[in-house]
């Protein structure tokens, strides 16, 4: 009821303002032809002498301030109202009619016919105190009238006109003012509102609001068109200058023997639509009145437009607390017929709480834009990696080696697996496989399989669970031996060594990604986390680094132990708060709405910062790839199977070989021709987990056969292949017969 009332009012106004503005242009044309040719009739001839009485020569601007006024009023604001750009007129026209007043030769400026020729009553009146006060000083004062309008007229500094007027720095001046210029209109605006209080309605203040915002939104547009202007853009090689750098070029230098991936075997981004700020001003305006509706004071002060959501920044008025916004989400998305709404409250560094809002035309971030930068070309540090743009359309990328382990977590089909994928092609497309080696799990098989037969993999892509948790063991022992060979250098981490030894001796960082971490803790909790933990507490000095994902973000996923060791994390959406907080220790997650979008919190930050993932498809993934399988075929360092068999074995010796019965054990089922729990239980006076782990050893051994339900196990070797498997050779004869018979 109230929305429909306020729009009735503004209509009668503007009808108003339509009728005042046609008056005001046909006013402006009887005036014209009544000063031109004497013709404009009683009203138009009288009009016309009144003002050439008054002004003089400046009668021939009045028509024009006329039909101007009654144009802006038709079609512009529907309001009429005294604003600077008034002010700054009037004392333009009262400088100008000043100057051109001219006294007779008595000094007299008050004389008819001089006054009609030059600037009237208006003009000799001003000339006339301004002579009389400032005798030959009186031009400078006309200078200071004219000057003073056209500042207030233009609303800028004068620095800033001058260097308008000058070629070469009128283009950069303004690309560095726009947003100043846009806060400033915003905050005069507010300023000039409570001192119009008397003649301004409501609705008048929220259209002056309205105008300044729209002032707002063309300057935010501005600065997205800049930044979408092309860039010096860059192939990642090795040697060019950044005078050199060249995106299509075919003949990069090569490094350490390899040529690195050219960035035309990646897909171009699409192009980029322009949005229309007339959606976002409505927006605006209906997150005002949904928040006036529960008598909350605010305002809009920025819009920040990002590839997925737009975040409106909103200052609140004093004494409004911070909770009272938070819990409105649901009534603003409501309002704003919206998906999901996020509250950011505050934003970091600023005195404003950020209502984000997803976008009617989603923008994709590809890959390419991403690493077509000298930015990410450029970067130190080696392991830097491509995360995509933040809520301002700001490419975001963080180095791997700060983290320096990595946990991703989010729902099915929310953008775990693509963001696996940017980065690990963030990192070979920098990096060769002596730079930089790989070990992938999947226990899914199919996410990570385009990375198969990679020159940088360690060992194939690891899709057996019993082998993976083999495998994880092998790189734990990889961190004990560079450990011992940095003791024995006298250095303390890998940049260290590497600085110190030669081409040939120089280590790669080891990169281990985990697609699924739920299934690993499924199906061997205690040696997939064990190890886990000791990467993560300890193989930073190594360069050996952790990114671990998973879909099932739950406490019993994701331990208190490998949290407490992960600290940089990555949140996609999720169902519910409870897993936000199981992954970043806060709410916000749920809220996301999925591909790609997520909440990334670096180790050292306080809160997590919204970001638009970027995406790779899979055939620029093959594409890559295939660029470096030509190269160079792998070189596998671990071989899953042997590793999982040298566990299995080393594991036997040490739960069954190591038991003092072993070898009595063995020989007494042999003799006895069956085996069965009982039979050792009864004959060694053992319990039944012992038993039983000595009867799984011999099935191991091939001692003896599987279980066949209540019936004894059968016996598969003789004496004399018995004692050879207990590394007894001394015996060339069977064991004395009954030596080991039960005394029933």
Known sequence: MARRQTSSRTDDFNRRADLIGIGLVALSAVLLIALAMNNGGLLGDSMAGFFRLMVGQGAWVIPLVLFVSGLALIFGNARFQLTRVTWGGLLMFAGVIAGIARPDATGDYFIDTAMQSSGGYLGALIGWALSGLLGGAKGVAIFALVLTGAVLCFDQPIRELLAKMVPGRRDEEGVKTVTAKARKVVADTEDELPARAEVLTKEDARAARREATMKMLEASADREDEAAKPKPRAVISGGPSKSEITLDSKSNEPKDGYVLPPLNLLADPPERKKRDPKEVQKN????????????????????????????????LGAGIRVSRITNLADNIALSLAASHVRVEAPIPGKSAIGIEIPTAQRQMVTLREMVDSLEFHDAQNKLTIALGKDVAGVATYTDLTRMPHLLVGGATNSGKSICLATLIMSLILRLTPKDLRLVMIDPKRVELTLF??????????????????????????????????????????????????????????????????????????????????????????????????????????????????????????????????????????????????????????????????????EKEIEQVCNFWREQEKPSYLINPVEVAIQDKESQMRDSGESDELWADAVRFVVEKGSASTSMLQRRFSIGFQRASRLLDMMEERGVVGPRDGPRPREILVDPMAAESLLGNTQYDTPMPEGAYLDDD
């Not at 949904?290 to 305002?299: A, V, W, Y």
Request: with cysteine; hydrophobic share 40%.
């Open 284 to 315: 605006i305006e209906i997150l005002e009145e949904t928040l006036e509706q529960f008598n909350i004071e605010s305002n809009v002060v920025e819009v920040a437009n990002g590839p997925t959501i737009t975040r409106y920044e909103i200052q």
């Open 452 to 617: 198969e037969r990679l020159p940088h993999l360690l060992c194939p892509v690891v899709k057996d669970v019993k082998e993976a948790a083999g495998v994880l063991r092998a790189v734990v022992r990889e961190m004990d031996r560079r450990y011992d060979m940095f003791s024995e250098a006298g250095v303390r981490n890998i940049d260290g060594w590497n600085a110190k030894a030669n081409f040939q001796e120089r280590l790669p960082y080891i990169v281990v990604i985990v697609d699924e971490l739920a299934d690993l803790m499924i199906q061997c909790r205690n040696e997939v986390e064990t190890s886990i933990c000791r990467l993560a507490q300890l193989a930073r000095a190594t360069g050996i680094h952790l990114v671990i994902a998973t879909q099932r973000p739950s406490v019993d996923v994701i331990t208190g132990t490998i949290k407490n060791n992960i600290s940089s994390r990555i949140a996609f959406a999720v169902s519910s708060g409870i897993d936000s907080r199981t992954i970043i220790d806060g709410v916000g997650a749920e809220d996301l709405i999925g591909k790609g979008d997520m909440l990334f919190m670096p180790i050292d930050a306080n809160k997590p910062v919204r970001i638009q993932g970027c995406y790779v498809s």
